[in-house]
């Protein structure tokens, strides 16, 4: 068969997925052989070509946003012809606590398509039988792939924050998910408020119906968080944002709070407000 296989981490414009013959999988236990109708590029085929995750299986086969008939391995649940789709989770242990109480996303020992095992940047791929998912005719190829990786980030995240119809919901940020679930959002009846840094992701959400767009209020004073008196604001705002949880917490200040527990649990991406961690433990 063809398939795009990585042979070297390297820059994209270096191209570094070489389309060559190679084998065509030999179908294991457990496992559906699929003919690949499409599979779409995610930024994290990018991370593993470029090397900026580690390599783990030499030679992969990018590719986890996979639509794809069943051609070997059907069962009654899944017969010859059928259409399912593949994701990024390509299986999980089933076993460690968190398979055992419904968070199998966060599985100790996970198979990941298109990095641990081949995944779908070819013209056949394999997959556990338990892990494919069968999929609807009213939804075509190229828009079901990449509802199978963006699409369940985002409606995942809409059930674990419980979102139901007519809620107020923020979102922040506006990438692959958010343009996707702002669908679902809008399909509730919800109020959608946006605040994303990117110019064109911010006139996106606009054009995609958001109630509410801008920068936010953190970002905004980031921006301006030159010097002792800025980033003093900028903590103000945190401490103003976080009343309940330091309550909860037992604090009445962030300066209270070890420095390595507010880096991780704080938005240390947005401009200034990341320098405020180690200024705010030296006096300022």
């Avoid at 063809?2 to 390297?10: Q, S």
């Avoid at 070509?49 to 009654?76: N, R, Y």
């Avoid at 070819?122 to 998912?133: G, I």
């Amino acid at each position: 068969m063809l398939a795009a296989l990585l042979d070297r981490p390297r820059p994209i414009s270096e191209r570094p997925l070489q389309i060559r013959e190679t084998p065509a999988p030999k179908l294991g236990p457990n496992q559906v052989l699929l003919k690949v109708r499409a599979c779409g590029v995610c930024r994290t085929d990018l991370h593993i070509s470029e090397g900026e995750l580690p390599v783990l299986k030499p030679g992969v086969i990018p590719g986890h946003q996979i639509v794809g008939d069943v051609v070997d391995g059907a069962s009654a649940e899944f017969p010859i012809g059928t259409r399912v789709g593949v994701s990024w989770i390509g299986g999980t242990d089933g076993v460690c606590r968190y398979c055992r109480t419904g968070q199998e996303n966060l599985c100790d020992s996970p198979t990941f398509t298109g990095y641990t095992v081949n995944g779908g940047y070819a013209e056949y791929a394999l997959a556990r039988r338990d892990f494919v998912f069968p999929l609807p005719a009213s939804l075509d190829d190229v828009h079901a792939a990449p509802l199978l990786c963006a699409g369940i980030i985002g409606f995942r995240s809409l059930r674990v924050a419980g979102v139901e119809n007519g809620d107020r919901v923020g979102l922040f940020g506006f990438g692959a998910s958010a343009h996707l679930v702002i669908a679902v959002l809008r399909a509730w009846n919800c109020k959608v408020y946006v605040s994303t840094r990117g110019e064109s992701h911010r006139a996106l959400a606009s054009e995609l119906g958001a109630d509410w767009v801008g920068l936010g209020r953190l970002y905004c004073y980031g921006l301006a968080a030159n010097g002792a008196a800025g980033i003093e604001r900028v903590v103000e705002l945190l401490e103003e944002e976080m009343k309940e949880v330091m309550g909860l917490l037992g604090v009445t200040s962030l300066k209270q709070l070890d420095k390595s527990y507010i880096s991780q649990a704080m938005p240390t991406n947005l401009p200034g407000v990341h320098s405020a961690f180690p200024l705010m433990h030296e006096g300022y």
